[in-house]
Structure formats: structure tokens, C-alpha cells
């Protein structure tokens, strides 16, 4: 019998081969599966009570275990997520309808950068059952290569949750935040989409400039703000010393600080019924007509857009028909789910609930930020939606070679779709053709986007020196006809008007907020007044830390200064700063010639007090940066027609004398040497001058 079936396994073609070989395995993994099934039932049926969750094909399964076991993962016990796991593998959707409004918690967590965001985010999803309990269970939600490599989030990550309490299963929503000045956009967009925050503050650190910043993001939106005290397993945390910080700068009194440590899990199941407890249930209405709003999206290169939405009112179930306000345009509900931590599809939403839909969107123009959907047949008023965020750094955007401009606009169009905060403009150089001049919320912001443009996209970039908008007011009929009025902003350094048309000139200025400790209040007072800026308030934190506000130009920020604060306070300062408007300012444009030539990437407009040492430093800067050439290379500063400072490029040596034996006749040499000048003169007139690409960022560092 054997021989047969080896004889009949040796006629079998390949192909045939490994699907039997595929089926086999599979029967043997199920087998196994019932087998470890059976034996858990077993031990559940021995502690614990019945609970059963129905899901949409009409089924009930029953999972017995005890609410405290259901939410205890320091056992290992993860009774409910397994039956989870077991209806997403059968592909059974979960009933949406068994959480009302009262039983959902939507909230998100905000904090300085490296406070221990993406560290509570995951005990969350392990305590609840969500993932399982694992020591590789770091920085879950951040799922960007980049987020991973320097270790900080960027992009804000919706993860849904279920949990009982007192009997109650509970659909908790949560949001993980980025720290990081740059991406406070993403806050306030996350922010929207709850009722309640997590303010996290490390118990070694203390409250930081980002920190307070984020609290008032959530007090202006009055959400109900949650303290949390992470950290506290850390030798040097003080506790008691950041809950009186507390008490002092936000006035939480102290009995409200729940105290945790993410790491280790300590108190991270107390915070959990915090969440349930204090923080209000949405204020949706089922029966009302739909009201959903797009607080996020991205780009599939297979289901085309995909946009998480928060549904205010109503309910959505694939195959309605939905309209946008922004467009106008009417769509088909493809696919409905929710984050759990990965996508996980559903037949409908409801409100009170965040989730995700695909409805065939293949623009990325079509999914607008803020924007509003809704009902063919009941159109609703739109939602308020977003205050669109203001861009404070513009840089251009080229690609090494034209023939991959449409694959760059390409690229740009779809990373934009997922990162709404950044500003598109075609632009074009003579240098370096056609690119796009891009608007970020600051220089990490810039950097982290075209990092993903690489990893993401496959596209190599080369980046002009970034700038600030300047606005000046002009007069003359004919230059407000141009400018299509008395006022024009300026992005590019490139576009300054005519001095002859100005009237009056101004730069961006932001207001910044530094928390430093006492011993550095003059260190840091005296670097802020070296950058133009002035002194607005100070106060006192503790008897250890203070808080200093400051005026200052933009220009003088988005470079180095964060750098230089942090070497002259040995680490220990934090920085954040917003918009203050524009002000009055005396303000040049600096020109620089490579060997007469203009390099108009490397234009930019300065304040004429500091014109001598700025272009003295940019060109010893170039000077440094680009490589030797076989003939000089002259460097210049000018302004207004006049060079102000001047390096000179050595060229590189040849040693035409060399082949001339015990040095030759002097009138051999001398005819060599004439002729070497002579070919480095020509060179000279048409030689190219290759300027690298980290040269434009290299130049502006002090």
C-alpha cells in the first residue's frame, strides 16, 4: 500500500506536489489547534464565570473567565483576545451595535518627547488583550521605519480596545500622540477626535516645555485632562517633586496624579479604570442622521485612500452611499473597520465610535483633513473640522534627475495625503529645474519627510537651503497689479521684490518658552538675547527649575537653536515655541557667486546687523564643503551690488614639472608652468561648479 501511494505521490506534478503537501500540514495544525483549544476550555470552566460576545453572523461565543482574569496579563491570562483572535481568523466581523455610546471612551495620550508615550500605549494594548504579553512589545503603534530608527513618534496611531469593567465590556479608543514641537499638528488634529487626554510627565524629568504646551492644547478644547506620574520606577525619580510642579503650573490637586511606570506595568491597570471612570462617554446620537469627521488618512497603493473617521452622529455600513462636503462628490462604502492594532473590517460604524473606511477614493485630493461626510440622502452642516496648520520652514524639493519629477510629484501627492500639515508649490531653478518649494512646521518636520520620500518612496531628493516667509509692502500701480495687492509674502528668498518698490518690511517672529534650572537662567537669557530675541515673562517653578518666555525672530530658531540650548545647559533646558506674528524688521538680500556665477539655492535674506558675520561664515562654510576643483574657485557674499566677504578654493596641484629630469632648463619650466595657467584659465570660464546637497543645511549651522 505504500509502494502505490508512492508511486501515485512520484505522477503527481509539482505543482500538485505542494498543494497536497500544503493540505497535509494544514490538517495537522488544526488537529493540534482543537487539541490546545480543548484543553484551555478546561482550565477556563474551572475558575469563572460565562461571558458571552455576539458578533455579526448571528453567533455567540462564550469565553468563561472572571472580568478580573479577562483584564490580567500578569498570568499570561488572555481569555478574550484569544477568542478574538479566533473570530478575526474564522473572518467573523464584530457586532458594532453591543457598544453604545455610554460604553465607549475615546482619548489620546500627550506628552514631551521621550516621556514614555508609545511605552504606556503598548501595556495598554497587553492589559486589555489586544496583543499578547511579549518582550519584543516595543513602540507597537509606531509602525514607520523611521519612527523605529530614531526612536520618537511622528505620526499620530488609533488602536481600539476591548475592556470589561464592573460587568461592562467597554470599547476604548485610543490615540498615541507625537512629543515633538514640529509634529503638533498631529496633536491638535487627534484632539478633535476625543473627549478626555492622558497627560503624561516623567517622573525623573519633570514638566518640560512640550508638556505644557499640550495641556493648554486640551484646556482650550476643554477635554477632560487625566494626570498621569509615568517613570516611577526610575532611581531618580522624585514623585512627590512633579506632583507639586503639578500643582503649581496646571493646579491639579494631588490626590488626581495617578502614578505608573509603562515599563513595568506598575498601576497601569488602576489608570485604565481612571480612563473609564473620569473620562466623559461621546455625545452622539444613533438616530440622527450620519455626521462623520475625517481626522486622518493615508494612501494603499491597492484600495486607494483610506481615511479614519469619528462618527459624531448616525451610523455608516458598507454599501451606503456617503458625500463629502468638501468636494462634493458622492462615493460608495467599500470597506468599514477599525484598528485593533491592525486593520480589522466591520459591517457598520456607529456614532461615538473611530474606525476606518475605504469607499474609493483614488485621489488624494478627494480626502481632505476636517472634512465632513455624510449621507446622500440627508445632508447635515458640516463640522467645524480643523484649523489648517500655518508652515514655519519652506525648502525647496528637486529631484537628482527630470526624468523623475512625475515620480516625485507622485510620491509627494500620496506622503502629503498622510502628513496634511506640509504646504505644496511647484516650483522651478535654473540649476536645478523643476521640484516643488515645500512648507513644514519646522527642520526635524522637513527632515523626518524627506526621509520617508527615500524609504517610502524610493525617491532621492536634493534640498535648497531652508527659509522662513517674509512679508513686505510695496507701493506703485504697478507693482500692487503684480503682487495682486500692497502686501506679498515671500517663500523663497529668490522672489525678494525690487528694493526701489519697498515700503516696509517684515519678518515671522514666535513666541518661545524655555524650562531650564535656576543655574542657567542667565546662560539662557544671554543666548536668547544674542539671537534678537527679548524677554517677556519669568517665573519660578520650584525652588529648582524656572520658565522663561521669549520673543524671537523665526530665522534665528529653526536652525541650531535648539542645539545650542541644550549645550549651554548641559542638556537640562527644554524648548517650544508658536506664531507671534510678524513685526517690523531691517531686512537685505545676500547673493553668492561661485566665481561670478550666482547659486540662487543658496540666496537668503538676513538682518542687515548681521550681515558681515553671516556671509562670512557662509563662505567659509562653502569653502569647507565643496570639493577642490583643477582651478580656483572664488566665493562671495554680496549685498545690493557690494561683496562683503570673499574665500578663495584652492585648486588642486599637478605636478607638471615631475617628468623634467634634475628639474630641467629654466625656460622648460617656466613654458610648462604658462601653459598649466593657461589651461586652468579655461576651465575656469567653462568649467561647472557641482554644489553637494548637504551643503545647503551645512552652510546655515553656526
Not at 538675547?529 to 520658565?547: C, L, N, P, T, V
Amino acid at each position: 500500500m505504500i509502494l502505490n501511494n508512492s508511486r501515485i505521490f512520484s505522477c503527481l506534478s509539482l505543482r500538485a506536489r505542494i498543494q497536497l503537501n500544503i493540505r497535509l500540514v494544514s490538517l495537522t495544525l488544526s488537529s493540534s489547534c482543537k487539541q490546545k483549544r480543548a484543553k484551555s476550555n478546561e482550565n477556563c470552566h474551572k475558575s469563572g464565570s460565562n461571558v458571552k460576545f455576539k458578533f455579526s453572523k448571528n453567533r455567540s461565543t462564550s469565553v468563561t473567565a472572571s472580568p478580573l482574569s479577562l483584564i490580567s496579563s500578569r498570568h499570561g491570562q488572555r481569555y478574550y483576545s484569544s477568542a478574538v483572535d479566533r473570530m478575526v481568523k474564522n473572518k467573523e466581523q464584530i457586532d458594532m451595535s453591543q457598544f453604545p455610546v455610554e460604553n465607549i471612551r475615546n482619548f489620546c495620550i500627550i506628552a514631551h518627547v521621550d516621556h514614555g508615550k508609545s511605552t504606556l500605549a503598548d501595556r495598554f494594548l497587553e492589559i486589555s488583550g489586544t496583543i499578547s504579553k511579549s518582550e519584543t512589545n516595543k513602540q507597537v503603534l509606531d509602525k514607520l521605519q523611521v519612527e523605529r530608527e530614531r526612536g520618537i513618534t511622528v505620526k499620530a496611531q488609533t488602536a481600539s480596545m476591548f475592556y470589561i469593567y464592573k460587568g461592562k465590556t467597554y470599547l476604548l479608543n485610543l490615540i498615541d500622540t507625537p512629543g515633538h514641537v514640529d509634529f503638533s499638528y498631529e496633536v491638535s488634529r487627534s484632539l478633535g477626535a476625543c473627549q478626555g487626554v492622558l497627560l503624561l510627565i516623567d517622573a525623573n524629568q519633570g514638566i518640560q516645555a512640550q508638556t505644557v504646551a499640550n495641556f493648554f492644547l486640551a484646556f482650550e478644547r476643554q477635554l477632560c485632562i487625566v494626570p498621569v506620574l509615568n517613570k516611577i520606577d526610575l532611581k531618580n525619580a522624585d514623585p512627590v517633586w512633579c506632583i507639586k510642579q503639578m500643582e503649581t503650573v496646571f493646579s491639579i490637586p494631588t490626590d488626581d496624579v495617578f502614578q505608573v511606570s509603562a515599563k513595568n506595568g506598575t498601576g497601569v491597570e488602576n489608570l485604565i479604570h481612571g480612563v473609564i471612570e473620569r473620562i466623559p462617554p461621546p455625545t452622539g446620537d444613533v438616530t440622527k442622521p450620519l455626521k462623520a469627521l475625517v481626522f486622518d488618512s493615508w494612501f494603499d497603493r491597492y484600495q486607494g485612500v483610506i481615511a479614519n473617521i469619528a462618527v459624531v452622529d448616525g451610523q455608516l455600513k458598507v454599501g451606503d452611499r456617503i458625500s463629502s462636503a468638501h468636494t462634493r462628490k458622492s462615493y460608495e462604502v467599500q470597506k468599514l473597520g477599525i484598528l485593533h492594532p491592525n486593520e480589522t473590517h466591520v459591517s457598520s460604524l456607529f456614532a461615538g465610535q473611530i474606525g476606518f473606511v475605504i469607499a474609493n477614493m483614488k485621489n488624494t485630493a478627494e480626502a481632505k483633513i476636517g472634512d465632513t461626510l455624510f449621507h446622500n440622502t440627508f445632508p447635515v452642516d458640516p463640522l467645524p473640522g480643523f484649523k489648517s496648520a500655518k508652515p514655519m520652514v519652506f525648502a525647496g524639493f528637486y529631484p537628482f534627475d527630470q526624468s523623475e519629477f512625475l515620480a516625485l510629484r507622485n510620491a509627494v501627492s500620496r506622503l502629503t495625503l498622510n502628513d496634511s500639515s506640509v504646504s505644496v508649490a511647484v516650483d522651478s531653478s535654473t540649476a536645478l529645474g523643476q521640484g516643488f518649494r515645500l512648507g513644514f512646521l519646522g527642520l526635524l518636520h522637513m527632515d523626518v519627510f524627506s526621509q520617508r520620500l527615500e524609504q517610502e518612496h524610493n525617491s532621492s531628493v536634493i534640498i535648497t537651503a531652508p527659509s522662513v516667509p517674509y512679508k513686505f509692502k510695496v507701493f506703485g500701480e504697478k507693482s500692487i497689479k503684480k503682487y495682486r495687492g500692497d502686501e506679498v509674502i515671500i517663500m523663497n528668498p529668490c522672489q525678494y521684490p525690487d528694493e526701489q518698490i519697498i515700503l516696509e518690511k517684515f519678518e515671522p517672529m514666535v513666541k518661545g518658552t524655555v524650562i531650564c534650572p535656576v543655574e542657567h537662567v542667565a546662560t539662557v537669557t544671554s543666548l536668547c538675547m544674542h539671537r534678537r530675541g527679548r524677554q517677556e515673562s519669568f517665573s519660578y517653578i520650584d525652588d529648582k527649575r524656572a520658565m522663561v518666555r521669549f520673543i524671537m525672530p523665526l530665522s534665528e530658531v529653526i536652525i541650531d537653536f535648539f542645539d545650542d540650548l541644550k549645550s549651554a545647559t548641559s542638556g537640562y533646558a527644554s524648548f517650544d515655541y508658536e506664531d507671534f506674528g510678524y513685526q517690523p524688521a531691517d531686512l537685505v538680500k545676500m547673493r553668492f557667486l561661485l566665481n561670478g556665477s550666482e547659486v540662487e539655492e543658496l540666496t537668503h535674506i538676513v538682518h542687515r546687523a548681521n550681515v558681515h558675520t553671516v556671509g562670512r561664515r557662509i563662505c567659509t562654510k562653502l569653502c569647507d564643503t565643496i570639493p577642490q576643483q583643477l582651478y580656483e574657485v572664488v566665493i562671495q557674499a554680496a549685498v545690493a551690488g557690494k561683496v562683503i566677504a570673499r574665500e578663495s578654493l584652492k585648486p588642486l596641484r599637478t605636478n607638471v614639472l615631475g617628468k623634467l629630469k634634475y628639474g630641467g632648463d629654466a625656460g622648460r619650466r617656466s613654458k610648462l608652468l604658462k601653459k598649466q595657467s593657461e589651461g586652468r584659465k579655461r576651465m575656469k570660464k567653462i568649467g561647472n561648479i557641482d554644489v553637494p546637497r548637504d551643503a545647503f543645511i551645512t552652510v546655515l549651522k553656526r
